[in-house]
């Protein structure tokens, strides 16, 4: 990635810990809430899956993981 990319992702990275007072579990019980509004308009929020090992073997895998 790009100097200027990463510098850009740093600064939201910093702009939302500072919104939350660098408090994951204050950001964490927002993401929460936010989740519960959407559910309560009638979106359909999906659960993660229980056991990520057991996913199949996609594209996006192969990528993510060639470098380990």
């Not at 964490?28 to 509004?37: C, S, T, V």
Request: without cysteine; aromatic residues 4%; glycine residues 8%.
């Amino acid at each position: 990635m790009t100097h200027e990319i990463m510098m850009e992702a740093h600064g939201i990275k910093d702009a939302i810990g500072g919104k939350y007072g660098n408090n994951l579990d204050a950001l964490f019980k927002q993401i929460q809430r936010g989740e519960a509004k959407l559910k309560a308009a009638g979106v359909l929020i999906l659960p993660p899956p229980a056991n990520p090992t057991n996913l199949p073997n996609t594209a996006l895998q192969r990528t993510r993981f060639a470098h380990r």
